[in-house]
């Protein structure tokens, strides 16, 4: 195995400006596009929104999963089934002539990318390319490699990875695109590296690469890591690799050092290749950095699109005071002095359209004027779905103390997360126990988009229960501060940055047990939540205007993008720039 190169990068040997080409394996889009399952792709997304917006040369690459992630179905005891979602790229998107092929198990698979447009704020064109092997001259199961996310085994995962990694890079190549960096967005896209590598040796042997090879593809490619959980990182055993990638390239890797106990790891692979690594928040650096100690991992905290997120009420009172948040999202600072009655107006119309979706959905009328909880997440059992219910009689109490509590719950589970349905059908069956005229409790099937949009901007409150450390950053609470939603979450993820307690939420606090921290959740609501928002709308109204003005200011995608530029893509450098550089640098650095 060859020594891990940890050396810094000589800033003056980058290139300033040029196309980054961003790899993600599920891309919210289009909402009529299920191109992605949950927070990963959301945020992939809301990434490129804000590159169009801030005009950022970039392009990204996906797969098209032509029959989606899944339509999510809860029958009355909360068991979960679930249906395809096929849906027709022609409708959305052009199809590029280019192809390219990539090696799968001794097969050559045709691969072609069809382009969607996404265009900012001022007309800057963000292109997207959504990688296809379904063709004639592919088998049958070639044709179905870019037909489900996240469906499948690992034999399946593999395969598509090479899709991804290898044909995007080939197909980056293919369209004529100059591209300087390389932005690995999570592991699944990091064998992009060894079409890269293989380019740099320019067809010759697959082992016959040097150190000099492996720092020139290195000095293209940045990485992010969005998970704090050693199984969440993909890894294939040497026999899986050996077979669907090929003797000779998994030779190399392993002489690479991207084997480890016996696995392919690839975050290890995108880590060896990347010049910079990054986790998503402050806290998930640290424990990134104590899960690969041998490599640098910077952090840069997430954020959300905020034109995206923020509800049309908000929106329209938003552009009544500060009109400037639509270009920089920093003048959203200002919600600090906007009147308490437009705050509260806005908000109401919010929560009335959340409650008419959610009668629309269930039959179930709830009151606009009772405090509502939201909380809608991925249905995995580390982020405690049920903790709410831990002490049903003290949340009963709760509820009789505020005159009545509505909590509305969505999510959905892997359909091969057995845990996490599990979850849903306990939430689903303690809520039925629990439902009176004080409490109701509501769990909406089919957590997606539009629906996530409605719950973040309707609800009074965001819940979000995390066991620590598993919560990398978390975005929809972001999603609700941007609407003036506060946070009563654990201290995890983008909270420990957020949370300013009683001005932006409040905080669970840690505890030796799921019981303590439940005794701490129902303390915040029965000693600072209820009371707030019993004693004046004005008081209620001033939490919503910290909340948007604190952290609707800084955890969104317009200053998470500015960061990935200057310190990711384009890092400043440490020498003097040329005349021509400073040209087109000059002023904005992203109108370069």
Known sequence: MQEVSNKPFSYESFPTCGTVAYFSMEIAINPGMPTYSGGLGVLAGDTLRSAADLGVPLVAFTLVHRKGYFQQHLNAVGEQSEDTQPWNPSDFCTEEAARVTVGIEDRVVTVRAWRYDLEGRCGHIVPIYLLDTDLDENSGWDRGLTDHLYGGDTNYRLQQEIVLGMGGARMASALGLHVNVYHMNEGHAALLTQALLESELGGGPLEGFTEVDVEQVRRKCVFTTHTPVPAGHDRFSTEQTIRILGSARTARLEKLGCFQDGLLNMTLLALRFSRYANGVAMQHGKVSREMFPQYQVDSITNGVHAPTWIAEPVRQMLDDHIPAWRRDNLYLRNAIELPEKDVLYAHARAKEALLTEVASRTGLVLNPRVLTLGFARRAATYKRANLLFLDPDRLLKIAEQAGGLQIIYAGKAHPQDVPGKALIRSVIETASKLSSDMLRVVYLENYAWDLGAQLTAGVDVWINTPRRPYEASGTSGMKAALNGIPSLSILDGWWIEGCI???????????????????????????????????????????????????????????????????????????????VEEAAFAGDPFEA
């Open 501 to 579: 307690e009683g001005v932006t939420g409040w905080a669970i606090e840690d505890g030796e047990s799921d019981a303590e921290e439940a005794g701490s959740l129902y303390h915040k609501l029965e000693s600072a939540v209820v009371p707030l928002y019993l004693e004046a709308p004005e008081k209620w109204a001033r939490l919503m205007r910290t909340t948007l003005a604190f952290n609707g200011s800084y955890f969104n995608t317009n200053r998470m993008v500015k960061q990935y530029t200057r310190n990711a893509y384009y890092p400043v450098k440490l020498v003097e720039r040329t005349p």
